[in-house]
């Protein structure tokens, strides 16, 4: 099978099984921008309880512009890497409001001018505000779409590039957001449930007869 056939069967299979949702909770463009820059080595569910307190204690682009930094350094702590993490958005904001007119930018290149803001969360900006095909190369992605044989590629930057070419467009984006699901409900970094896996037939480090196997050692 060609790897853009077999984009297409992963791409329907995750379909079938899990929704395109972001797990980060965001009302505003700009809250979507910073939760995603804490999500970096922080789970979603742990960002998800910081930023009701961030965005409720700052809740506009000014005042969080203003804050004070060491009071949004406590209040980001939870989430690791705090002092970069407070200082970036304390920073990204500020820039927001003097070269954006406080709105979220919708290009590639403007996003990673953004003080903290990588590719990853640039892609996700795109392709969950502006519905722009984008592939969010997170530790999901990249695990999964290595495991599935869909690139040969860790690196995120060459792991985007190779799903770009083999996932449609209009479902690049839907499917990151359902890697993450299946990550988390099936194929975890550590100790995978490849037994319950509705994929094995498609996933080149499991034959039917290694699945059946595993199975019977359950």
């Not at 060609?2 to 079938?16: D, G, Y």
């Not at 939870?78 to 919708?106: F, N």
């Not at 083999?166 to 194929?187: K, M, S, W, Y």
Request: aromatic residues 4%; charged residues 30%; proline residues 5%.
């Amino acid at each position: 099978m060609r790897k853009k056939e077999l984009a297409a069967a992963v791409v329907q299979r995750l379909k079938e099984r899990y929704p395109a949702s972001c797990s980060l909770i965001a009302c505003k463009d700009y809250e979507l921008l910073f939760a995603t820059r804490l999500s970096a080595q922080c789970t979603d569910a742990r960002v998800n309880i910081v930023t009701k307190e961030l965005f409720s204690r700052w809740p506009s682009l000014e005042a969080l512009a203003q804050a004070d930094l060491e009071e949004l350094e406590n209040v980001v702590k939870p989430c690791g890497l705090y002092r970069v993490k407070a200082r970036d958005i304390h920073q990204c904001a500020q820039v927001l409001l003097e070269r954006h007119e406080g709105k979220v930018p919708d290009t590639m290149e403007q996003l990673l001018a953004l003080p903290g803001v990588g590719r990853k969360t640039a892609n996700l900006i795109l392709g969950d505000l502006f519905g722009k095909p984008a592939v969010v190369a997170d530790t999901h992605c990249i695990r999964i779409s290595g495991r599935l044989g869909l690139t040969d590629h860790a690196d995120p930057v060459k792991v985007e590039m190779d799903l770009k070419k083999i996932i449609e467009p209009a479902d690049q984006n839907d499917t990151c957001h359902r890697f993450v699901h299946f990550g988390r409900d099936i194929c975890a970094a550590r100790s995978p449930k490849c037994n319950a896996c509705f994929m094995t037939d498609l996933c080149p480090g499991l034959s039917p007869a290694k699945s059946k196997k595993k199975t019977a050692k359950a």
